[in-house]
C-alpha cells in the first residue's frame, strides 16, 4: 500500500510540472505578438480602424487589418502587410470586402448576398507621438489616435 501511495505521489508531481512547464511555454508565445490599434479622429458617419500586427515588439514589418464601420449600416474589412521605417508607415494596397445590413423593427439583420469588393490603394502615414497622420493632397490631414487598452 505505501509503494503504490508514493507511486501515486510521484505521479502527481510528475503532471504538476508537465502542467507548469505547458502554461510557461504557451504563456511566453503570447508575449511575442505586438499589436496597435488606431482609431479615426473626427469623423461621425463612419468608424475607421486599423489594427497592426508585429511577429515580435521591435518588427518593423507585419500584417494590418483595416475596418469600416458606417452609419447606413456598412461594413468593409481588408487587410494586407505594412512596414515602418523613418517614422513612416506604409500600408500596401488590399482587397476591402463590403457586407450589409438591414434594420427590421428593433433588430439588425445581415444580408449574406450584398457582398461586393474594391482595391484600396497603398497608404503612407506619417507616425506622430500619439497616433498617425495621413496627409492629402487636396484635403485637409486625417488623424488616426493610438487607442489604449
Known amino acids: 500500500?505505501?509503494?503504490?501511495?508514493?507511486?501515486?505521489?510521484?505521479?502527481?508531481?510528475?503532471?504538476?510540472?508537465?502542467?507548469?512547464?505547458h502554461a510557461v511555454f504557451f504563456s511566453s508565445l503570447a508575449?511575442?505578438?505586438?499589436?496597435?490599434?488606431y482609431c479615426k479622429r473626427n469623423s461621425?458617419?463612419?468608424?475607421?480602424?486599423?489594427?497592426?500586427?508585429?511577429?515580435?515588439?521591435?518588427?518593423?514589418?507585419?500584417?494590418?487589418?483595416?475596418?469600416?464601420?458606417?452609419?447606413d449600416c456598412q461594413r468593409w474589412y481588408g487587410s494586407g502587410n505594412f512596414k515602418q521605417s523613418n517614422r513612416k508607415l506604409?500600408?500596401?494596397?488590399?482587397?476591402?470586402?463590403?457586407?450589409?445590413?438591414?434594420?427590421?423593427?428593433?433588430?439588425v439583420v445581415w444580408d449574406h448576398f450584398a457582398v461586393d469588393s474594391s482595391v484600396a490603394g497603398p497608404l503612407t502615414f506619417k507616425i506622430k507621438k500619439n497616433g498617425l497622420k495621413l496627409s492629402h493632397r487636396f484635403k485637409k490631414p486625417?488623424?488616426?489616435?493610438?487607442?489604449?487598452r
Request: aromatic share 16%; charged share 20%.
Open 1 to 21: 500500500m505505501f509503494v503504490y501511495l508514493a507511486m501515486r505521489l510521484n505521479c502527481t508531481q510528475y503532471a504538476i510540472k508537465l502542467l507548469f512547464l
Open 31 to 37: 508575449f511575442g505578438q505586438d499589436t496597435a490599434t
Open 44 to 71: 461621425p458617419w463612419v468608424s475607421d480602424y486599423i489594427r497592426l500586427y508585429r511577429p515580435s515588439p521591435s518588427a518593423t514589418s507585419g500584417l494590418f487589418i483595416r475596418s469600416w464601420y458606417s452609419d
Open 90 to 107: 506604409l500600408l500596401d494596397g488590399c482587397m476591402c470586402t463590403r457586407m450589409l445590413c438591414h434594420i427590421k423593427n428593433d433588430s
Open 142 to 148: 486625417t488623424y488616426f489616435d493610438l487607442k489604449r
